[in-house]
């Protein structure tokens, strides 16, 4: 069972940027897909972007495409999640996921079995 810790969150101007790290124990890390979803106050959990297992292939939703950016190090055990050009809308809790089945292109969170605690970023404007 691997156990994630999202890190690098914090307060910003809009059209800065901010790198989230999410650091994994355990030596499975490399067999799970990994997810960076967000959630705002009042809304729901959405899915940012993914990650497959070996770091070839990404996705992202249409609202952060051309922004953000996700790798990962799995020697490192540790999934990063590059934000440039952050808007307001930006504001929430960032989550990494971690998917033992998946290729990291599923949006529903309840398919990802692991769970960090969140970081929280705020953009102001």
């Known amino acids: 069972q691997v156990q994630l810790a999202e890190s690098g969150g914090g307060l910003v101007q809009a059209g800065g940027s901010l790198r989230l790290s999410c650091a994994a124990s355990?030596?499975?890390?490399?067999?799970?897909?990994m997810g960076w979803f967000r959630q705002a106050p009042g809304k729901e959990r959405e899915f940012v972007g993914g990650?497959?297992?070996?770091?070839?292939?990404?996705y992202y939703a249409d609202s952060v495409k051309g922004r953000f950016t996700i790798s990962r190090d799995n020697a490192k055990g540790t999934v990063y999640l590059q934000m440039n050009s952050l808007k307001p809308e930006d504001t929430a809790v960032y989550h990494c996921?971690?998917?033992?089945?998946?290729?990291?292109?599923?949006?529903?969170?309840?398919?990802?079995?692991?769970w960090g605690q969140g970081t929280q970023v705020t953009v102001s404007s």
């Open positions: 996921a971690g998917d033992r089945y998946g290729s990291g292109r599923n949006i529903r969170p309840d398919v990802y079995e692991h």
């Open positions: 355990g030596r499975t890390f490399s067999y799970y897909a």
């Open positions: 990650i497959s297992r070996s770091g070839d292939t990404t």
